[in-house]
């Protein structure tokens, strides 16, 4: 929904609030994923709660919340209690502020007492957030601390350790440290957005005193913006691509009217150093994992040519894919998605044209376009929209841009063989398919959150509960890894399940649609199937719960030799699979571990 | 800008903070007639005022209103 996509409203959503989610509930063909948030307060959290489940369901996430009673984060955390215990919290998040530092430095404290003072209160927090681990195994978002609104000591509060600034700057080191060393865990940097939106204006006494806001109210939707971007990205929800527009887009001109000599893009002056820093922005993505593509309305040879000036950041090489045509650009972003076999609402679409935004928008739903407005613009409109926050950066997004490319070239190599059979032989597949290792929990949660078409149950797992299944004698956990001589996929495949006496329960079952018809799903069944049979076990029982995308899997238990055994009126069916009979294997190509 | 004027301004932001379309308050409209004017609601009504308005209630003056006329009172001396 526009309205909550920046640069918003806040006034309007603070006011519209209501009807805002009325709205959204109202959306069709939502395919919503529901998760329970515990909101941990040290202050008053009633409105944090209402607008982050506004940007939450924008999102596609439902969430449920448990909020504690005013400031008991401390009491919730550690000792517990029966009603939070019950709720089952899929994520905490901690609400604590600089009102919540118990005790500042005085300025006759000696240093060794300021030390202590950071200790104790870390220690605190510390305790906090063990308990939380340990009670709940869930993912923990907790703030960091925003700077104080006065400055007893003038400048010097940043470098005196006496200074609140000093103290507050040392603590949030601290946390700093403990979120490197710690899996789902993670800092909504309230310092930075408070900063953003104004220290002063952030403080607000006034909201403090009278309601036990720690924020100025007007500030909510700025605090809960942010922070459902971390949610939104722990629970997969994060952009995966670009397409961006050229001409006055990535530089400044119409290459096909001005020529490339006369576009500006390099240092000669100051428009064409600002299109620089803008495809800087633009290309450090790449290193994210984000995929670069083009949809431009421009003669292929002219946009090549432009991307081709010495002094242009972006080269050709840059892009996965250049749609350069006379198409419309919502036809080229659904051939580019189907081409690289991603959802068509998984980009952003960056134009400074507005009717070519808004005939993007209304054709392709679910695709971002933000209200980019004069190139100075572009930058923050993007940046601040929070399309791919960061949660952890794995060798998987390093290495993704050439993933795909390599997928490009499988597909020109497919099409000089007549026999299908032969084609997968020639890649030179080698998997590797075993029990969930700790170094793949990450992209096992990521996958189980973002696939969608090649997804029997559609469950979604956070980590922690990923990391549980790992552990559990009960179950059989598989990740694939496939490597072909173009290059290595990384881990497209995942399933697990449970064993309840002779039988197997196939409780997830999904696959990258990166490696399709590569037999990489016959694979997984053989050493899931080894695996059960090394367990005693004698039947297999899958599941197919159709959703709107993954209809590619209807026939999977079938084409697996599974047997029918019922099928709802949804379409949803259970399959088996007796052990005793033979089974024959569908993997012609792949050598596996 | 008259009194009028204010509670037309006044009774959209009433209607948005309430969702509520049929709501019209005047000068002895008290929190107990409008549905789900309750202290959490409060705060948001006082901050949709202010922004409409773009004015500041002091602390002191949003704590002891006896009705809307009073609010009304406090926008047009802060609207001077």
Known sequence: MKQLEYPYDADYILRKKKAIRRELLAREGIQYIDKKIAILGGSTTSDIKLILELFLLNYGIRPEFYESEYNKYFEDAVFGNPELDDFKPDLVFVHTTTRNIARFPAVTDTPEQIDALIDETMGRFGQIWQALSERFKCTVIQNNFEQPYFRLLGNSDFTNIHGRLNFINRLNDRFCAYAQTHQNFFINDINYVSAVYGIKKWADPGDWYRYKYALSVSAIPDFAFNLAHIIKAVYGRNKKAFALDMDNTLWGGIVGDDGPENIKIGHEDAESELFTEFQQYIKAHKDLGILLTVASKNDEENALAGLARPDSTLKQDDFIIIKANWENKDRNIANIAQELNIGSDSFVFVDDNPVERTLVEEQIAGISVPAVGAPETYIDTIDSNGFFEVTGISEEDIKRGGMYKANMERAKASASFDNYDDYLKSLDMKAEIKPFAPVYMARIAELTNKSNQFNLTTKRCSQAEIENFASDPSYITLYGRLEDKFGDNGVVAVTFGHAEGDTFYIDLWLMSCRVLKRGMEFAMMDELIAEAKSRNITKIKGYYYPTAKNKIVRDFYELQGFTKISEAEDGATEWILDLNEPHKSGNVAIKVN | ?80
């Open chain 2, 1 to 80: 800008m008259t009194r009028e004027e204010i509670y037309d301004k006044l009774n959209e932001v009433f209607q948005d903070v309430f969702d509520d379309e049929d709501i019209t308050v005047n000068d002895s409209t008290v929190a107990a007639d409008v549905d789900g004017w309750d202290s959490l609601e409060h705060i948001n009504l006082i901050v949709a005022v202010e922004r409409c308005f773009g004015i500041k209630f002091t602390m002191g003056e949003t704590t002891g209103l006896k009705n809307v006329g009073e609010m009304v009172d406090r926008i047009i001396a802060h609207l001077g």
